[in-house]
């Protein structure tokens, strides 16, 4: 008999339809923050031929804005756009699995057993 | 020997060694050895992860290449925090729910093969000496600046080499990975308090970032060849001289791009880095882990950067008043550019100075030879040994198969360490650490990065995909970094140095078009309920509830 001290005491398990939508809708957040880092890391190249006051001119602490993007904005940049993307992505999932009915489990709990063996069967 | 010396490297060991003794690995279980039991927190794997993954490349090179390339040289930095990026996107969550022991077991098991697990181990190997190399050649480097001297006849660079190299195998062997984190996570705070002891001492004592820069671009950048400076040639626009503080003394205007792609996409490749991911208790404490890694390597990477720029304004000035700085420097421009970071903690702090740095260097060596030999250990223990030489072998002969292995692979490092010097590739490698250390990082990104992106995130990825992907691309970037050695400097072989930016779409597409004509395994369906399914999380999370909620209970009582 299951007691409340069970971890698997009213554990509510993923079935794949559901799984899979998650999975659709992290793919869609994954694809979008990697394209606009790799928009980030390509504007440095495209600014630096284009314009003069992107080396020329002087912003904080008498830097240029090259200067200061390569030395300290783009790991802003980075912590910024991480912490984003993982704030969504927990939230996703949270919202999207975890709800379904006790009954409902019999599917997922079968494959998650047999993703369980390894490749010899043990 | 000084008494600074001798009073760093007691502290060190002592540390090392300290750390080792308190987080002893309690069982002989292979969980436990190679996985510190799945019990790692966020906060400390997220030092540990720094601590893994900030190496000599990072606390000496980083500063190196700022210091010989200027605002080129940052590129080394922003293309190793970038990784963690694509890291916490697209493989962090997934790989710990699968929930394996390696990187090459992860690809086995997914894609259900064996033959893909050799290949992996094969291409995890060859990152892993391209990444251990470095760091011996960096312990060298330190011991011979800080005591000068060697044992038993040999030079004070292989005397650094062999006991850096030494102590930590032997540390690993026995330690496993419980002891490694702690290690790790220590010795990354001790390095970050470096890097900001440094900043603060050279800001008070008047270094102005900006004024700096502006500066040193006043003039052509040029460094010594020999015994003479010669003139940087800028490379984004030939007519005019490189200086400091703009793009160009380094890379063309494809070689940035080439060199970030390279860097950035190469960490989620990185075995000794994606291996600490499965000592995370759950699929969302390792993206959360990545999070703080992300900030870390930020304030890590803007600290080197700017220290670069420090020694570079610096130690022209302090030659007259620092006499031994004379025997390191050309017309005040350090023969070896390594020696920045040491140099700025002896001109400041004097002898006590340049043994904290030199100690940070040495940690920031030791922690990361620590992640690649026991990432070794997991591929030839595990991977190897458990999966096909001995396939009935109990958990005490993993173990020592695993300790056993440790051993080999640093032996095999510092051998390689020993027969480079530094020196005699400076004119031809601004930074020798940070520049082999891109080797790794193009192996990883071109050969195993593509694979591990599309097994977490295409079903119909194939083992025969897999391989062929990995050899490709493995192979392709090879190919491309050593035939850059041969090359004239040019765009094209900008790209052949750091070769990831073609290598690992060559490795992708291999990947799609190979998997399309063969047959997915029938566990696809089953492996992605594992890997973007959260059920094993939140079992995870109450158990540990309930664990908090009964140590409560007990202490009520």
Redesign the interface.
Known sequence: MQSEADPHFNEVQDTPAEVDATFRTLRRIAITYFVVFLVVLAAFPVLTITLDWWTESRLIGNLSPAFLFAGVGLYVVFAVMGIAAATLSSSVESRMLGHQRQGEATASESWADTSQQKPDGS | MTTTAIVTLAAVLLIVLGVSVITRPRNTSTVDFYLAGQRVGIVTNSWAICGDYLSAASFLGVAAAVYVSG?DG??Y??GF??G???V???VA?PLRRFGEFSLADFL??RL???RVRISSVAMVQLVILCYLVPQSVGGGITWDLLVGHGVFGLSPYTTGVLLSTAVIAVIVAFGGMRGTTWNQAVQFLLLFLALVWLAIVVTSEGF????A??ALSQGPLANPEGSALVQETNY?QPEQTAVF???GARYG?LG??AL??TL?LGTAGLPHVMNRYFTSPTG?AA??T??WV??L???F??LA??LG?AARDIIPGAVADHPWLEELTVNGILRVPEHALPVLGRIYGDEAGLGLVAAAALIAAMSTVAGLLLASAATWGHDVYERHIN?RATQRQAVWAGRLTTLIAAAAAAALAIALSPEAFTPAMPSLVATMVTWAFAVAGSALTPVVVLAI?WRRTTAAGGIAGMLTGGALAVAMFLGASFMEPSALRELFAAPTLLAAPVAFVVIIVVSLKTQAPD?A??????M?????D??AE??AA?TVK?RRRRRAR
């Open positions: 605002l940052a590129w930095a922003v925090a970038a963690f990026l694509p916490l996107l697209l969550a086995g098991r259900n093969s064996d102005r970032y900006g004024d820069v502006e984004i503080g703009e793009p205007r940035q791009i970030v792609v950035g969302r993206r959360t990545t999070v992300l900030v390597v930020g304030m990477y803007a950067v700017m720029t396939p995130w566990s369906d089953a492996s992605w309920v594992l973007h399914g959260t059920a094993a939140r079992q109450r158990l309930l009964d």
